[in-house]
């Protein structure tokens, strides 16, 4: 279970440096590796699903394996730690969807609309997507710390587990 929280922090970590550096990509105009901004966006958003999907998979899995225990021990504490497993979904849960929300929209607005009409007109849409990437970048930072936060407390709940000796 560690080494799975483990993976999930490295990924996150990696994720905030692909989304840092793709925003500083288009900020910018440069290139890395020859990757315009538009292709280093496609790696950002897949790393960035990707990453989501596993941080979401630990807690579903974690709250499972720790349902089977609560059921298993019929402790006197059951009632209480699932409520806990309950409360802690019901933080991360609704962020994580939220932030997976605004930044697919960022990369659906940018690179599905600005970056294809960009040639048509002379209009560049820098104004809508510069803010949008702002507010997503402060919440995805946000998240992290929700993320954090949620991992300590599913941690808290397993070390507060009853033995099953």
Same mark, same amino acid.
């Given at each position: 279970?560690?080494?799975?929280? =483990?993976?999930? /922090?490295?990924?996150?970590? @990696?994720?905030?440096?692909?989304?840092?550096?793709?925003?500083?990509?288009?900020?910018? %105009?440069?290139?890395?590796?020859?990757?315009?901004?538009?292709?280093?966006?496609?790696?950002?958003?897949?790393?960035?699903?990707?990453?989501?999907?596993?941080?979401?998979?630990?807690?579903?899995? +974690?709250?499972?394996? !720790?349902?089977? !225990?609560?059921?298993?021990?019929?402790?006197?504490?059951?009632?209480?730690?699932?409520?806990?497993?309950?409360?802690?979904?019901? !933080?991360?849960?609704?962020?994580?969807?939220? +932030?997976?929300?605004?930044?697919?929209?960022? /990369?659906?607005?940018?690179?599905?609309? =600005?970056?294809?009409? @960009?040639?048509?007109?002379?209009?560049? /849409?820098?104004? !809508?997507?510069?803010?949008?990437?702002?507010?997503? /970048?402060?919440?995805?930072?946000? +998240?992290?710390? =929700?993320?954090? %936060?949620?991992?300590?407390?599913?941690?808290? @709940?397993?070390? %507060?587990?009853?033995?099953?000796?």
């Amino acid at each position: 279970m560690y080494s799975f929280m =483990v993976i999930c /922090y490295l990924l996150m970590v @990696v994720n905030l440096f692909a989304i840092t550096f793709c925003g500083l990509m288009g900020i910018y %105009d440069i290139s890395f590796f020859g990757a315009t901004h538009a292709q280093f966006g496609l790696l950002a958003i897949l790393l960035f699903v990707f990453t989501e999907t596993i941080v979401m998979y630990f807690f579903i899995a +974690t709250a499972k394996s !720790i349902k089977n !225990i609560l059921i298993e021990s019929n402790s006197s504490m059951s009632e209480e730690l699932w409520i806990r497993i309950k409360n802690i979904k019901n !933080i991360i849960f609704p962020q994580t969807m939220l +932030t997976i929300t605004l930044i697919g929209a960022l /990369y659906i607005f940018y690179f599905g609309y =600005v970056s294809s009409n @960009v040639n048509n007109s002379n209009f560049t /849409y820098s104004w !809508i997507s510069f803010p949008f990437f702002i507010l997503c /970048y402060i919440h995805h930072i946000w +998240t992290l710390k =929700v993320k954090n %936060d949620s991992f300590k407390m599913q941690v808290g @709940v397993i070390k %507060d587990l009853p033995n099953n000796s």
